[in-house]
């Protein structure tokens, strides 16, 4: 420290713990996928928190760890270390019975390639009753659920169709409708909109808003998109593995009565008090393996090593 601090100031009583909200909590996850002798550190010490009936975005570079995060929450990918809970799972000591229960009834999962969701020679409804036959479920509930899930996704015309009569935006709609056809308390789309046209991708995100709302489903979209992750509360941006920033919107009321969107972005700091510089900071700065802290009354400041005030 430069000099010491004149008077520390008091912590926040509002603590970061995931709480009785909370529906995801990923604290330090770490994903190590090895090839031969290689090893890649898909993730590396990441912290999540989502809380129930939110819809985030998750957005980061290619190869930062997105849709590891996506397939360790959706039960089809395991950590290598770090803690993860949904819901009620501890998503590193589940038995193999229990993996079958999770993806079965506490995710939904829409992957990124539109087609990989569907079966070619089903037709909406029966994609839909798919699931549900799997679980068991009541037969009241495999007569009328396809045809009011395929209605509020706003395909409900197309419940007689088979996948290749579809558009593009209609099968990601019919493929939410299939993931959410067992009530999951968690719906995890990766790059739902990846593949559509500008206006076909607002349509699609939409639903995926309607859904969150209607169903008070948790929502965790991955996507590139700016033009989508501009529309939740919330984005977490991954960086080499670990959460990085987090932007965080809220609708403000002009004086003349207009709503208009502020956009603030936030820095994530894990437990141990580790937080990432982003690059254009350090290079404009010149920070590099040694810099200097210093507590000040409302805010820690860092300079480049041989800074003033040494
Ligand atoms: N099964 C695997 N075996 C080995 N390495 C993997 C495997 N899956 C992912 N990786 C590596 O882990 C890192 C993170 O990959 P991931 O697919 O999670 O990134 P992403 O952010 O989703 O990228 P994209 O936006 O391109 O889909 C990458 O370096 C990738 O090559």
Same mark, same amino acid.
């Given at each position: ?15 970061? $713990?995931?709480?009785? $909200?909370?529906?995801? &909590? ?23 928190? =989502? ?25 089809? /990918? ?28 506490? =995710? ?30 009541? &037969? ?9 899930? @395929? ?8 419940? /007689? ?8 935006? $209609? ?14 308390? =968690?719906?995890? &789309? ?37 033009? =989508? ?26 004086? /003349? ?26 290079? &404009?700065?010149? @920070? ?20 003033? /005030?040494?």
């Amino acid at each position: 420290m430069s000099k010491p601090p004149l008077s520390v100031p008091q912590p926040s009583p509002r603590t970061p $713990e995931p709480g009785p $909200e909370t529906m995801i &909590a990923c604290e330090s996850l770490v994903r190590i996928y090895q090839t031969g002798s290689v090893e890649v550190q898909a993730l590396q010490g990441l912290d999540l928190v =989502v809380e129930r009936g939110e819809m985030i975005a998750v957005v980061g570079a290619s190869g930062s760890g997105k849709s590891t995060l996506l397939s360790i929450l959706a039960g089809i /990918d395991a950590p290598t270390a770090g803690r993860a809970r949904v819901d009620r799972w501890n998503l590193l000591s589940m038995s193999r019975s229990d993996r079958v229960r999770y993806r079965r009834h506490t =995710v939904g999962f829409v992957r990124q390639q539109t087609a990989s969701n569907l079966v070619p020679y089903l037709t909406a409804r029966q994609m839909v009753d798919l699931p549900l036959t799997a679980a068991r479920a009541p &037969a009241g509930d495999r007569r009328t659920r396809p045809g009011e899930l @395929l209605e509020v996704l706003g395909v409900g015309h197309c419940a /007689d169709r088979r996948p290749a009569q579809l558009s593009g935006g $209609e099968q990601m709609r019919v493929a939410i409708a299939v993931a959410l056809a067992n009530r999951p308390r =968690v719906l995890l &789309a990766d790059e739902p909109t990846g593949e559509l046209d500008a206006d076909t991708s607002a349509q699609v995100f939409q639903a995926l808003r309607d859904v969150n709302r209607q169903f008070a489903v948790t929502v965790v979209v991955v996507t590139h998109d700016p033009e =989508v992750s501009g529309q939740v509360e919330r984005t977490v941006a991954i960086r080499d593995g670990r959460t990085s920033s987090e932007v965080l919107r809220r609708t403000a009321t002009a004086e /003349d009565g207009g709503t208009h969107v502020i956009a603030e972005e936030y820095a994530v700091m894990d437990r141990a008090g580790r937080v990432q510089i982003p690059r254009d900071y350090r290079e &404009a700065l010149a @920070l590099t393996r040694r810099v200097r802290l210093a507590l000040e009354a409302d805010r820690v400041e860092i300079r480049p090593n041989g800074g003033v /005030d040494a």
